[in-house]
């Protein structure tokens, strides 16, 4: 055949080889190479199925399940079977590799942790990237270890070298990498760096042959994170999109995960009724049965409930979410669902039950080091001690609140809010319309609110 990068415009003669196939088809030739060869498979069925077969098994890996033993699909045959497989054994043998390089690693103070995967040779591989995102699943419960991994599957997936693998693989892990660091910051309320490493996902997913499902699942991180910024109609259709796509590749568990995303939207406008329908649906869905999804499932429902007057139902949820994240360890979760039974005391006017509640949620976000999350209870103990008419205490806490959420990254609009709060507070002028007005203002600002719903206070 003639040279693929031979600049002259003639169709290859008879059929191209594979090799050169599959880099056409991971886009890895350019210019005149290219066209070349895009006019030969126009004409060339055989060398048509071979890059069409390819760019299938190209965007399977888009699938974290292609890689779990049995997943790798099948391929037509005339596609260098030999070479895909090649392809399999390696990211497996890597990925072995890594499990047990991983713990000694990770072992030791957080600060260690980069310094030695940098100095570590064998930790550069796409298999290293693909265990650290496995395990980071475990990690949830532990917001800063999680950001220490991802920050690290970024840099070496950044690293990796793109003539050691085919380039959809790399993008797709790099893509995944990006996504994985995206979440750890949302999770610790950092929005706008989070959206950044978003923005650098979505990049690595456009390379890819076959970007349809890797963006949805950037898409539905997205509708999260508008979600939290007020920009609940964008939301709403991501995470709808989302939805069709993660439907269309037959994975029900990202189905149902966009699912709650709408349901979480539905709660934000306060549609409590059309949210806990979502919720109940998914509840018994087979594919939603992970532990940590049925906790999070019953700690919405019981949200719902709350905002729907059905107290009883709202503490048995909530008191059942809490018993599963505490056998999981997901201290997070454990206190942001705390924070939601506070609601239920304060609507029931349990007061004194409200402020103990809160100044122990609050201490244990400082304790997890979220810390915009401590200041909003801080501030819902504000609302109430005015509500009771206990203000000796408020002063202080407003002194404290600004430099707080200045801590957390507030922008400016938020900052003069508090500064308001604060001279109000200071002239004996503030109430709880007040404060709730501010909370409100606070929570429809970048840097808001956890992650996952939860029935904040006073919204």
């Not at 990211?91 to 047990?100: G, H, N, V």
């Not at 976000?365 to 999350?373: D, P, S, V």
């Not at 909003?376 to 407003?398: D, H, M, Q, R, S």
Request: net charge negative; proline share 5%.
């Amino acid at each position: 055949m003639n040279d693929p990068n031979d600049p002259t415009p003639q169709e290859p003669a008879g059929h191209c080889e594979t090799e050169t196939l599959i880099e056409f088809a991971c886009g890895a030739l350019e210019g005149s190479a290219a066209d070349k060869i895009s006019a030969h498979t126009r004409s060339c069925d055989l060398c048509r199925q071979v890059v069409e077969s390819y760019q299938r098994f190209a965007g399977a890996l888009a699938d974290p399940t292609a890689w779990s033993g049995e997943g790798i699909p099948d391929v037509d045959p005339d596609v260098s079977t030999e070479l895909i497989g090649a392809i399999a054994r390696r990211m497996r043998q890597e990925e072995e590799e890594a499990r047990q390089l991983l713990p000694v690693l990770t072992s030791g103070p957080l600060s260690w942790w980069r310094t030695r995967f940098l100095q570590e040779p064998r930790s550069r591989t796409a298999g290293v990237v693909r265990e650290i995102i496995a395990r980071l699943e475990t990690y949830r419960p532990l917001p800063v270890e999680a950001l220490e991994l991802a920050t690290i599957a970024v840099d070496v997936a950044n690293a990796l070298n793109l003539g050691d693998y085919p380039a959809d693989i790399v993008m797709i892990i790099r893509a995944d990498a990006a996504r994985e660091l995206a979440f750890a910051l949302y999770y610790l309320g950092r929005y706008p760096e989070a959206l950044g490493a978003l923005g650098t996902a979505e990049e690595h997913v456009r390379k890819t042959t076959i970007p349809e499902f890797a963006m949805a699942r950037a898409t539905l991180l997205r509708a999260y994170i508008y979600s939290l910024m007020d920009r609940l109609p964008e939301a709403r259709d991501l995470a709808r999109r989302a939805a069709l796509t993660f439907r269309e590749f037959g994975d029900e568990t990202r189905f149902g995960s966009a699912r709650m995303a709408e349901a979480r939207i539905h709660f934000r406008t306060g549609a409590y009724l059309d949210a806990l329908n979502i919720y109940e649906d998914l509840i018994g869905n087979a594919a939603m049965d992970a532990p940590h999804t049925q906790a999070m499932l019953r700690a919405n429902i019981g949200g719902c409930h709350g905002r729907l007057g059905n107290w009883d139902l709202a503490q048995q949820y909530a008191s059942d979410a809490i018993a599963r994240y505490e056998i999981l360890g997901m201290r997070a979760e454990i206190v942001r669902t705390r924070w939601g039974l506070a609601h239920t005391l304060v609507t029931r006017g349990d007061f004194t039950g409200a402020l103990t509640a809160l100044r122990e949620t609050s201490r244990e976000f400082e304790a997890l080091q979220m810390r915009y999350n401590a200041a909003l209870v801080e501030l819902e103990v504000v609302e109430v001690l005015l509500v009771i008419g206990e203000t000796e205490e408020v002063p202080a806490i407003c002194r404290g609140l600004l430099e707080r959420f200045n801590q957390s990254g507030m922008t400016s609009r938020g900052a003069i809010a508090l500064a308001y709060l604060r001279e109000a507070v200071a002239l004996g002028q503030a109430t709880p319309t007040l404060v709730r007005h501010v909370h409100d203002f606070l929570q429809s600002l970048p840097m808001t609110e956890s992650p996952f719903a939860h029935p904040n206070l006073f919204n």
